[in-house]
């Protein structure tokens, strides 16, 4: 069955950087589309990256220049490389698998919890 599990959060400090993790499982990996999507206190889903199956790259205006979406197929892992963090970044990041059309995200891990915090 596909799975997704994130790791790599934790408190850091404004201006920080953390690198997320997301090991997939269950599917073949390389062939599809995958993204970040995360949800701060109180708020709903908010898109964050995605990356195509061949490497191309789209990022939400909060992220662009400071967030690095990347992909290593041969791992099967998903990583989103988090740098000058700010603490409205803090949320609970979910790796998910994303169709190609319709662009859906079908498959969500547990989530991975960032905190930026003095």
């Known amino acids: 069955q596909v799975q997704l599990v994130e790791s790599g959060g934790g408190l850091v400090q404004p201006g920080g950087s953390l690198r997320l993790s997301c090991a997939a499982s269950g599917f073949t990996f390389s062939l599809y589309y995958m993204s970040w999507v995360r949800q701060a206190p109180g708020k709903g889903l908010e898109w964050v990256s995605d990356i195509s199956s061949n490497g191309s790259t789209y990022y939400a205006d909060s992220g662009k220049g400071r967030f690095t979406i990347s992909r290593d197929n041969a791992k099967n892992t998903l990583y989103l490389q988090m740098n000058s963090l700010k603490p409205e970044d803090t949320a609970l990041y979910y790796c998910?698998?994303?169709?190609?059309?319709?662009?859906?995200?079908?498959?969500w891990g547990q989530g991975t919890q960032v905190t930026v915090s003095s």
């Open positions: 998910a698998r994303r169709l190609y059309f319709p662009p859906t995200r079908d498959y």
